[in-house]
Each structure stands twice: as C-alpha cells, then as structure tokens.
T-cell receptor, first 109, second 116 residues
Framework: GQSLEQPSEVTAVEGAIVQINCTYQ??????LSWYQQHDGGAPTFLSY????GLEETGRFSSFLSRSDSYGYLLLQELQMKDSASYFC??????????FGKGTMLLVSP | DTGVSQDPRHKITKRGQNVTFRCDPI?????LYWYRQTLGQGPEFLTY????????KSRLLSDRFSAERPKGSFSTLEIQRTEQGDSAMYLC??????????????FGPGTRLTVL
C-alpha cells in the first residue's frame, strides 16, 4: 500500500523560513510533488523531485532523498498569502499521484 | 490560456439521485484525471484518461461511479444512486504527456457535492 506522513499543522511568522517534511512508503516510486491549496481553492503545483537533491523555485525549494524515502518543502521569506495547506504527493504509478493528508501552514504578522 | 474548468461548482442532491459533473481540461492536454477530496484529507485518485481511453481506475471506485471522455476533450463523471458518503469535493486535473518528461497535473476548482 501507499502511505505518506506530514505534519498536520505548522505555524510561523512573516519573513521567517519554514520546512514541511514528508516521509513516504510506496510500492513503486517515480518522484515526489508538492501542491499548495488555499481554503476552497484548487491544488496548485509547486514542485517535483525525481532525483535526490534540492530544487529551487523562487522562495520555495524542495528536497528529496530517495534512500531515506523523505522529502521536504522549504518556504522562505514567508508572506501572509502563504497561509494554505501543503500536500506532498508521490508519483507511484505511470500517472497516479498519491497525496498525503496535508499540512496547514498558518503565517501570522 | 484558460485553466481546467469544472461545472457545476456546487451540487446539492438528495440521497438516491444521480448526478453528473463535467470537466474541461486545458486544451492541449491529452491526460485527464478525476480525484475526490474530503475535509482534512488530500485528493484521492479515482480514474484517469489518456485521450479517450480510460487507462486506470482506483479499486476504491464504486460501480455507481462512471466516467467518460468520448472525444478526448471534456470528461463527465456520473454518480448513480448517490449516498451521503459521496459528499466530497470532486477535482479534475489535466496534463500533457511529453517524451522524456514527467507530466505535471493541473487542477480545476472542483465540484462540491453535498448529498442530503
């Protein structure tokens, strides 16, 4: 079966840096994706890691260690608009994404 | 460039009724996916199409659920004899298969179903 673990909630202040961790156990692994979802909105793609290492896209970076079945999303220079739920998702089949339960990020002034 | 659109955005129905949702993917995308999301959970894969072919269905997908993509463009998801447990957000996503690259799935705004 597939299982992904991520913290349910993280809080931080504006301007800070926050890291959201994700560990996974899957049968078959192609890569790890991260999505952002504001309340009532659609999941929005943030990043994808197929190989070990760090991928940087603006204020957001994502890391993957395949040997540890572990990844994280790093958000820098936090802004109020970053308050949202963040999901890690494993691409385990040819096109099938399996999502974690999500981490709610609360950014305060 | 329009994104993925879904219609209706909200649907309230009584238990036992049939409902149908529509998804229009990004125009050049050949893959289309349906997911279901309940409160406090991540999206759960239901099924996906490549062009008009339905290539995979979740084992969790009840026989009351059926999806079509007749011309390889828009798709419909029908739920027959709805149950209260079907209440959820139904999300559609699309992607474009590129040789040598992993296709990124882009989500629509979803249809929120409430079964009374």
């Amino acid at each position: 079966g597939q299982s992904l673990e991520q913290p349910s909630e993280v809080t931080a202040v504006e301007g800070a840096i926050v890291q959201i961790n994700c560990t996974y156990q899957t049968s078959g692994f192609y890569g790890l994706s991260w999505y952002q979802q504001h309340d009532g909105g659609a999941p929005t793609f943030l990043s994808y890691n197929a190989l070990d290492g760090l991928e940087e896209t603006g204020r957001f970076s994502s890391f993957l260690s395949r040997s540890d079945s572990y990844g994280y999303l790093l958000l820098q220079e936090l802004q109020m608009k970053d308050s949202a739920s963040y999901f890690c998702a494993v691409l385990s089949g040819y096109s099938t994404l399996t999502f974690g339960k999500g981490t709610m990020l609360l950014v305060s002034p | 460039d329009t994104g993925v659109s879904q219609d209706p955005r909200h649907k309230i129905t009584k238990r036992g009724q049939n409902v149908t949702f529509r998804c229009d993917p990004i125009s050049e995308h050949n893959r289309l996916y349906w997911y279901r999301q309940t409160l406090g959970q991540g999206p759960e894969f239901l099924t996906y199409f490549q062009n008009e072919a339905q290539l995979e269905k979740s084992r969790l997908l009840s026989d009351r659920f059926s999806a079509e993509r007749p011309k390889g463009s828009f798709s419909t998801l029908e739920i027959q004899r709805t149950e209260q447990g079907d209440s959820a957000m139904y999300l559609c996503a699309s992607s474009q298969t590129l040789a040598g690259a992993t296709d990124t799935q882009y989500f629509g705004p979803g249809t929120r179903l409430t079964v009374l």
